[in-house]
């Protein structure tokens, strides 16, 4: 059974730094590309991070570079997003994502999601 559980989410203050974890189960998790993304209420899912199975590659969204930083332990089945100097505009739920493509199937698995509250 797949799972992806989410946790460290919480409210901080503006400035402030959050480090969400993301437990993996149920499939081969160095084989994964991982991404954390996030819902603000009213607004569409967005990407924050990605990385790469083995950790060589990450991608950010414009407005998290500098701020996020995305990383993985293979050895933990685990992904993490270290959120420094956050904004009240950072407020969202995070979801942590699995996926990758093989044989021209994709497969894609999500977290119940963390909620993050920055206020001002």
């Known amino acids: 059974q797949v799972q992806l559980v989410e946790s460290g989410g919480g409210l901080v203050q503006s400035g402030g730094s959050l480090r969400l974890s993301c437990a993996a189960s149920?499939?081969?998790?160095?084989?994964?590309?991982m991404s954390w993304y996030r819902q603000a209420p009213g607004k569409e899912r967005e990407l924050v991070a990605a990385?790469?199975?083995?950790?060589?590659?990450?991608n950010y969204t414009d407005s998290m570079k500098g701020r996020f930083t995305i990383s993985r332990d293979n050895a933990k089945n685990t992904v993490y997003l270290q959120m420094n100097s956050l904004k009240p505009e950072d407020t969202a739920v995070y979801y942590c994502?699995?996926?990758?493509?093989?044989?021209?199937?994709?497969?894609?698995?999500w977290g119940q999601g963390t909620q993050v509250t920055v206020s001002s």
């Open positions: 994502n699995a996926a990758r493509v093989l044989y021209y199937r994709k497969y894609d698995y």
């Open positions: 149920g499939f081969t998790f160095s084989s994964y590309t």
């Open positions: 990385i790469t199975n083995t950790g060589s590659v990450t």
